[in-house]
């Protein structure tokens, strides 16, 4: 009986090192040959996932048991499915072995990662023991699970969630936005919605972004809709240098879990931990001045991957002067219609890079 890992990243070696089957076998399309994993040598079979008969081949003719995939490797790829067996992440098998029933889980398009440590940050401002780790850069498979804490927040991608499973529900969850992204991985909006929308089926409790609620999709399928900013949510914000209107949204959905979290008056939470914003570290590379120069402010968005990200930006930014926007990427097949008409503004100049 054979355990298949497909793509040789951080988790997944991680994941390795802790488990060490007896029987694995590792596929990458990236390279082949020899990999070392915690003081072994393991090796690496360089295959094309879309080729069911290359990738039956590189396992072997023994049954497969399980896959461990890389959050990058979709498991809807031929070659994959063809291996007709349950496929997760390390991020999912380590929350199917610990269980843990102090869970947040957080999803999103935009703003999960600042969701998910604004959460962490006012829990703990309330006098709990939060973890934090997921996609937001420390990997699950990282924790001790047997560590004493009250909370457990972590973010998911919908590369994590769409087999995720767990063995009991989460405590509470948040999807912050729903918009268009990794469309390539998933092969439509529809799909790529649809991993995202998985997280109010996994837990207890939910609650969802104002943009979330207006889609409609979400209809009779969670349990609170985020609360409008109080103004002492905004002042407490930009005392912190967070100025933007998608933050205070993001700091009101935080605010939501906090409160479900003490099982206390979502108003009163508000009153209370609203002073604790203001001493949140913001996260890098979204929306962050990081210079003057000559009276120029330059400002470090660069997480922003999507046209939505960038008129958040122009709508933060726009209201103090002229602004030159830094466009470039690949083409990830972006309705482009709002961002050309935002750059029509004379007092808006645009420097294209690469593609």
């Known amino acids: 009986m054979t355990t298949v890992v497909l793509g040789l990243g951080r988790e997944t070696r991680a994941w390795l090192a802790a488990h060490a089957p007896a029987d694995v076998v590792v596929l990458d399309?990236?390279?082949?040959?020899?990999?070392?994993?915690?003081?072994?040598?393991?090796?690496?079979?360089?295959?094309?996932?879309?080729?069911?008969a290359a990738v039956r081949s590189a396992v072997?003719?023994?049954?497969?048991?399980?896959?461990?995939?890389?959050?990058?490797v979709a498991p809807h790829r031929a070659g994959v499915a063809a291996l007709d067996a349950p496929t997760a992440t390390p991020t999912g098998l380590?929350?199917?072995?610990?269980?843990?029933?102090?869970?947040?889980?957080?999803?999103?398009?935009?703003?999960?990662?600042?969701?998910?440590?604004?959460?962490?940050?006012?829990?703990?401002?309330?006098?709990?023991?939060?973890?934090?780790?997921?996609?937001?850069?420390?990997?699950?498979t990282t924790v001790d699970a047997s560590a004493p804490r009250d909370d457990l927040v972590v973010e998911v991608s919908s590369y994590q969630l769409v087999d995720l499973d767990l063995?009991?529900?989460?405590?509470?969850?948040?999807?912050?936005?729903?918009?268009?992204?990794?469309?390539?991985?998933?092969?439509?909006?529809?799909?790529?919605h649809a991993a995202k929308l998985r997280l109010l089926?996994?837990?207890?409790?939910?609650?969802?972004?104002?943009?979330v609620a207006a889609l409609g999709a979400t209809a009779?399928?969670?349990?609170?809709?985020?609360?409008?900013?109080?103004?002492?949510?905004?002042?407490?914000?930009?005392?912190?240098?967070?100025?933007?209107?998608?933050?205070?949204?993001?700091?009101?959905?935080?605010?939501?879990?906090?409160?479900?979290?003490?099982?206390?008056?979502?108003a009163a939470v508000v009153d209370d931990l609203a002073p604790a914003l203001r001493t949140f570290a913001p996260l890098p590379h979204r929306l962050r001045p990081i210079a003057a120069v000559g009276g120029v402010t330059w400002v470090d968005d660069s997480i922003a991957t999507i046209p939505e990200a960038a008129l958040g930006a122009l709508a933060t930014w726009?209201?103090?002067?002229?602004?030159?926007?830094?466009?470039?990427?690949?083409?990830?097949?972006?309705?482009?219609?709002?961002?050309?008409?935002?750059?029509?503004?004379?007092?808006?100049?645009?420097?294209?890079?690469?593609?």
Request: proline share 7%; charged share 20%; glycine share 10%.
């Open 29 to 52: 399309e990236a390279g082949g040959g020899t990999a070392e994993v915690a003081g072994r040598d393991v090796a690496v079979a360089r295959v094309d996932l879309d080729d069911p």
């Open 60 to 72: 072997g003719p023994d049954p497969v048991t399980r896959i461990v995939r890389s959050p990058g």
């Open 94 to 140: 380590w929350l199917a072995d610990a269980a843990p029933d102090d869970l947040v889980l957080i999803t999103g398009t935009k703003g999960k990662s600042t969701v998910a440590a604004l959460t962490a940050h006012l829990l703990r401002a309330a006098g709990r023991r939060a973890t934090l780790a997921g996609n937001i850069g420390t990997a699950l």
């Open 167 to 192: 063995p009991r529900p989460a405590a509470a969850a948040a999807i912050t936005t729903l918009l268009v992204d990794h469309v390539p991985w998933h092969g439509d909006v529809a799909a790529y």
């Open 201 to 211: 089926d996994l837990a207890t409790w939910t609650v969802v972004g104002p943009q």
């Open 220 to 266: 009779g399928r969670h349990d609170v809709v985020a609360a409008d900013p109080t103004d002492a949510v905004r002042t407490a914000l930009a005392a912190a240098g967070l100025h933007a209107a998608h933050e205070a949204e993001a700091a009101m959905l935080a605010l939501a879990l906090v409160a479900r979290r003490l099982g206390a008056d979502p």
């Open 318 to 355: 726009r209201p103090h002067g002229p602004v030159t926007l830094l466009l470039g990427g690949e083409d990830r097949g972006q309705d482009l219609t709002g961002l050309v008409a935002a750059a029509a503004d004379p007092e808006v100049r645009v420097a294209l890079l690469g593609a």
